[in-house]
């Protein structure tokens, strides 16, 4: 990840906005702003990619119609736009869909975690999103065996652990609806994942 600012250009430095990402190449990076100053990503891996298509796949199953899922939203976090984040899925309901970006906090955010970004997405986003209020949070690691999801709900403005699950342990929730699924067949390559992929969420969830 490298951090940068107009300042390295200019002698006397500005907070960059999100219009300024409108000049960034269409190089496959994430481009994303913090205070003002840019994040630069590397575009994801293969697995990274295959966890974001499956999961979206499987949200968008167990989502009620007044749900959308979406891949990769620009989130504006401030008036200012000098604060921008891009979550690789968010969930939101219809009436809340902006565009070009969001700006008001999604139901739930989740991070799929690369060697690059595994101090940002625990940490760093962590604070950023608890203080923009987004409700859930969740972290997948797309490890080749085990591939996990650490779920985080918001309490008195702080994230708290709600469950973590691991492999071919079945994962459920009912934030921001009533959802279950594997984690192992998020990446397993095997074309009967769509099988395999789908739990059960709990009676009454």
Do not use: C
Not at 47 to 66: F, K, M, N, Q, Y
């Amino acid at each position: 990840m490298a951090v940068m600012s107009i300042g390295e250009t200019d002698p006397h430095p500005r907070p960059l906005t999100v219009e300024d990402l409108e000049r960034m190449p269409e190089d496959g990076n994430r481009y994303e702003l913090v205070d003002g100053r840019l994040e630069v990503s590397p575009s994801p891996t293969s697995p990274h990619s295959l966890i974001d298509t499956r999961l979206s796949h499987v949200l968008t199953g167990w989502a009620p119609e007044e749900f959308i899922v979406l891949s990769g939203p620009g989130v504006n976090f401030n008036a200012d736009h000098t604060h921008h984040r891009i979550p690789d899925l968010a969930v939101i309901r219809d009436e809340d869909y902006e565009a070009p970006y969001l700006t008001r906090p999604p139901l739930l955010a989740v991070e799929i975690v690369s060697p690059s970004s595994v101090f940002r997405d625990h940490h760093t986003k962590r604070v950023e999103y608890a203080k923009f209020g987004i409700e859930s949070y969740w972290i997948i690691s797309p490890d080749a065996e085990e591939p996990g999801v650490l779920e985080l709900r918001l309490k008195d403005g702080q994230y708290r652990e709600a469950s973590q699950v691991f492999g071919e342990a079945e994962f459920e929730t009912d934030a921001p609806f009533p959802a279950a699924f594997v984690p192992h067949w998020l990446m397993a390559p095997d074309r009967s994942w769509r099988r395999h992929v789908y739990g059960a969420p709990a009676a009454g969830a």
